[in-house]
Structure formats: structure tokens, C-alpha cells
């Protein structure tokens, strides 16, 4: 991440005229430094079902935030560090220092030629992990889990080119790069490289195609490597600005070397998406999916995605059920392909001028084979106040649970946290 960021920095400079002093001093404000204290209790730190080790857990983050835009380019960066201690220090080694960085920048040198990418870098000892693609909900993790702390480090890189030669006729190219380095020898380092051209293209106001496809190639420093190839083609009808429907065909073929087993799956779907209001949008889609490996038991049942959200001035809220089937590469555990459902619920309020709250909520159900079925739910709350222009104060609380049909993978939680947070 470092040698990118400093590319992208480099660019910016070199398209900031500094004109004069007060160009300047314009650039240097933008840089807004910050330090966050935080003190956790975590209930159950390895996520184990028994010999649960309770911990106070300390972390003090410096970290630098930075922004600017104009018509050509914009840039944001947000970086901490983040240095941890834990009171009754189980382990020799659980002190250790985090990070946590994410990047968004985008650049159009032409008109209709755009730029953009995205970078996210995560070092942490967290159990299970948090959901690190760009579209996550709060409270969504991946299925994989470590049950025990140990150091792993990803770093997500997303460049992305988008020419729009039509009102709304885009072709693009995004690439993805997914480092996963873990500290164990457990668990495996992985790498995932990812492109993806796509075309949108629209027939007249109310009838238009987008067609995508997707490689994949994923190295594994102990599972068999895989090549991955996505195709999907979509079809939608305008009735009117508020108001569509689709169809959809998605198509996904994995390639493992031996002895691994190679398998494809088919999913036709139909959906709607709605506008009730400014405000308030949702989306339904489900259709039906078929699993074929090439040895080995079948898999197939319904697909559905349904959201509903409201973004206000004061309350924002999503509530997501999805269910099918997910794929879990590129973790932990490397879970690999299973039956899953989800359902998550967020809702944020500004309840005074200097406060908000919120809660959040989520229900998973996987079944990995035909052997091992987990039911994880979770539920918390946060809220934070603005004490001075400077200065913001935050709590959080919250409860996990994994129901497991295999005793030795539940484990429950209860996590509390106290943050303060410095800007200057």
C-alpha cells in the first residue's frame, strides 16, 4: 500500500498548481491529524466454546486523515496505527501494533475517461473478520474464523478505468489485488488477482443490457491454486424513473488443480428495484441456483437478495436478507463453497445536534457440506458525542453467538468499548 500511496500523492502534486503562499497554506490544512484511545472489554478474545479467556484490552491509534477535490480529481485517505496492550496478557506475544488504512481517489483527464482506486489495508488479531469489500454493511463478517489471536494482515487494491460514451453507456475494467498474510501455521497465506471488464449500454429511455465477465486467479501457499471465470448478463426495463425490473443470468466456473474438485454454478434471476421516495429506495431479486461439482454431492435451492434503505437527514437505516449460496476463498479457513443466508439491519440517528446513536443487528445461517451448519447471530448498539469541535466520545456494546451442529465451533461473546477521539 505504501509505494501506491505514494504514486497517488505524487500525481496530486504534480496537478496542484501551487500558485501562491496561499495555495499553499490551503494544501497543509487539508491534512487533519487525529488520536483515538480505546479501552474494550472482550468476554470470550479466542472465540473458543470453553476455557473462555476474558481481557481489557488498550489501544492508542495516531492516525492522519486527508481530502481535497476539485473538477478533474479527488482524493481521500484516511491511516492509523494502532498500539495494543492487553491487561492480563495471556500470551507472550498478544501486545502488537495494528493498522488500518483505506484510500479512495479518482482522476478524469478527458471527458468521460475516469480513473479511480480504492485501497483498504487491515493488520489486526481479530477471531473472525470483518467484511472488507467496499459495499459492507455494519456487523458483517466473513464465515471464516481463526479461534485464536493471531496477527494477519490484507491489503485490498482496487484500480479501476470507466469510459461513458452515452448518457448512460459505460465500458469499464476493474482490477483486484487480495493479499491475505496470517501468522499461524494453521492457516495459509493466499493472494487473489481479479479483472473484470463491463459494458452498460442502453437501448433507448427504458431498455438496457449490461454484460460482464470475470477472471479470477487465486494462489494458496497450501490448498490447490484456483482459476475462477464469471460471466454475467443482465437485461432491464424502465417503466419510469422510479420504478425497474431485470432479469438476470449469472454463470461461475471454478478450476482448482488436483485434488481439488472443480465445480460451476447457474443462477437465473428476476428482480425489481423501486424508488418510494428522495430518501427511501429498495431492491428484490431471486431466481433459483444449480451447483455441479464434478464429483460429489450436488447443491441447489433459491436465490434472493432483498435491501431496503433510507438515507434522511437525521436517520439513516438498511435492512438486508440475502440467501443462496456464498463462497468463502482468500480467509482464514478458506470455507470454500456452501448454502448461506443472511439477514442485517442498521440504523443510525441524530438524536441531539451533537449526538448520534445506532444499532445493528444480524443473523447468518451456512452449511458447509453435509456435515457442519452454523447459526451466528449478533446485536449492538453505539453512540457518540461531540463534546468539543476537537474532541468526540463514543461507547459501544455489543453480543455474538455461534450455534454450531460441531460442539467445538460455538462460542459466545460480549464485547464493550470506550473511545475517545482527539482531531486536530
Known amino acids: 500500500m505504501g509505494l501506491m500511496l505514494g504514486m497517488v500523492f505524487i500525481l496530486f502534486l504534480l ?12 494544501f497543509w490544512t487539508r491534512f ?4 483515538t484511545v480505546q479501552e474494550e472489554y472482550n468476554s470470550n478474545i479466542n472465540l473458543t466454546p470453553t476455557n473462555r479467556k476474558d481481557d481489557f484490552i488498550t489501544t492508542i491509534s495516531p492516525g492522519i486523515k486527508f481530502s481535497t477535490t476539485n473538477q478533474h480529481y479527488g482524493l481521500d ?34 471527458q468521460g475517461l475516469t480513473f479511480h482506486v480504492r485501497d483498504s489495508l487491515t493488520r489486526s488479531d481479530e477471531a473472525r473478520e470483518r467484511e472488507y469489500s467496499a459495499t459492507a454493511l455494519e456487523g458483517q463478517y466473513l464465515l471464516a474464523t481463526t479461534r485464536e489471536r493471531v496477527t494477519y494482515f490484507r491489503n485490498v487494491f482496487e484500480p479501476s478505468a470507466e469510459y461513458q460514451f452515452g448518457k448512460e453507456d459505460r465500458f469499464s475494467v476493474q482490477y483486484r489485488n487480495n493479499i491475505y498474510e496470517v501468522q499461524s501455521r494453521r492457516f495459509e497465506d493466499s493472494q487473489e488477482n481479479f479483472i473484470s471488464p463491463k459494458l452498460t449500454y442502453w437501448f433507448d429511455i427504458r431498455n ?17 491454486d484456483l482459476t475462477g471465470h464469471m460471466a454475467t448478463g443482465r437485461f432491464t426495463h424502465r417503466f419510469n424513473p422510479r420504478t425497474s425490473i431485470f432479469g438476470e443470468y449469472t454463470f461461475f ?48 435451492g433459491p436465490s434472493y437478495d432483498m435491501s431496503l434503505t433510507q438515507r434522511a437527514e437525521k436517520t439513516t437505516y438498511t435492512l438486508s436478507y440475502q440467501g443462496g449460496y456464498t463462497e468463502d476463498y482468500f480467509t482464514a479457513e478458506n470455507l470454500g463453497f456452501n448454502k448461506y443466508q443472511r439477514a442485517i439491519g442498521t440504523i443510525t440517528h441524530r438524536l441531539l445536534e451533537r449526538m448520534n446513536v445506532g444499532l445493528f443487528g444480524s443473523l447468518e445461517r451456512a452449511k458447509f457440506g453435509d456435515e457442519r451448519i452454523d447459526r451466528i447471530w449478533g446485536i449492538g448498539g453505539n453512540a457518540s458525542y461531540l463534546v468539543l469541535k476537537w474532541l468526540t466520545v463514543s461507547l459501544e456494546a455489543s453480543h455474538r453467538k455461534n450455534q454450531s451442529n460441531i460442539d467445538q465451533l460455538d462460542y459466545s461473546e460480549y464485547r464493550g468499548i470506550f473511545r475517545i477521539t482527539a482531531s486536530f
Open 32 to 35: 487533519h491529524p487525529y488520536i
Open 253 to 300: 466456473r471454478r478450476d482448482f488443480k488436483s485434488p481439488s474438485v472443480d465445480y460451476d454454478v447457474q443462477r437465473p434471476t428476476f428482480g425489481i428495484e423501486h424508488a418510494f421516495s428522495p430518501t427511501l429506495s429498495g431492491r428484490a431479486q431471486a431466481g433459483y441456483f444449480w451447483e455441479k461439482p464434478e464429483k460429489g454431492p450436488k447443491m441447489k
Open 15 to 26: 496537478e496542484t498548481p501551487f500558485s501562491d503562499g496561499r495555495d499553499l497554506d490551503d
Open 208 to 224: 438496457g443490457i449490461s454484460l460482464e465477465y470475470g477472471l479470477t486467479l487465486g494462489n494458496f501457499d497450501r490448498s490447490p
Open 77 to 110: 485517505l484516511d491511516y492509523h496505527l494502532g498500539f495494543v496492550f492487553y491487561a492480563k496478557g495471556h500470551e507472550k506475544n498478544d501486545n502488537y501494533v495494528s493498522m488500518a488504512g483505506s484510500l479512495n481517489a479518482w482522476y478524469t483527464p478527458a
